[in-house]
């Protein structure tokens, strides 16, 4: 046997292994195809029409919708389902036409619902504006929302592996963190703020640009959250993030910047600041 020769035994071991890995891993991805091919986009778009028929009949033909960004309740009426597409692993967004209710002539907005499929199920996530109505002369038209959904970033990327993960990636982790706990919470999200040991019921507003990380360490992305009844307080909160086995996950939460009382206004209040690390911005 020369010195490169290796025993059959090993080498038998060796492919059973790989065949094994490669069984494992096609098996793994199947499973996630399957699970989104679970549902058409004829059935997403039948669930995104019954949920607002519902919630319309219960507000006498008005779907309301509570902005978060704006703060305000916006009476909508139903137009039509634009287009429903999906994102392999990250569930279906639709795109939905609304307008709003009193005004001639019509002042558009553009929703995007966002579905993931549980358990056999369609789980509404979250539903977020993406366009808004702009005046032009005597009528309106829609212009995107800034920052614009995540969902929509990975359409104008080129495809392909990159070293590191992409900004949209790092806002879906925490998106879908923040839905769970949110709808665990009955529509708020709750965090103990470690300064005075208190629990703040927080409502989510919207994910900052840009994501960030620091050198060979986490990612991280700041949010805003207003806390509940106080539409005045807002809390910045950073949402640290690690990679495991390729998935990014949520492993710290920590208030950025806390609302305090100056001169009869709230203002924010910085309790840390990353900027010594050297964070790099995540494209």
Known sequence: MTATARPRSVLGLSLTSALLTAFFSFGGQATAQAE????TRKEVETEVRRHIEEKSQ???????????????????????????????????FAAVEFHEKGFAPPKPYELDFWYKPRAKKLVLMDIRIHKVPQK???????????????????????????????????KAAIHEYLADKIREGGGIFRIQDEK????????????????????????????????????????????WLAERNGKLVVDQVKIHKAPEMEDGHWIQVERYSFDADKPIVVP
């Open 58 to 92: 219960a507000n006498q033909g008005v779907f309301l919708f509570p902005d978060p960004v704006e703060n305000q309740t916006i009476p909508l009426l139903f137009d039509r389902v634009r287009l429903v597409r999906s994102i392999s692993g990250y569930g279906y």
């Open 136 to 170: 032009e002369g005597d009528g309106w038209v829609l212009v995107s929302r800034l920052p614009v959904p995540w969902w929509w970033l990975p359409v104008s990327e080129h495809p392909g592996h990159t070293e590191y993960k992409r900004a949209w990636e790092v």
């Open 36 to 39: 989104e091919e679970l549902f």
């Open 196 to 239: 005075t040991g208190q629990e703040i019921p927080l409502e989510f507003v919207e994910i900052h640009n840009p994501v960030r990380r620091i050198p060979d360490k986490d990612y991280f992305a700041c949010t805003d959250f207003r806390e509940r009844g106080e539409p005045e307080k807002i809390y910045d909160i950073d949402f």
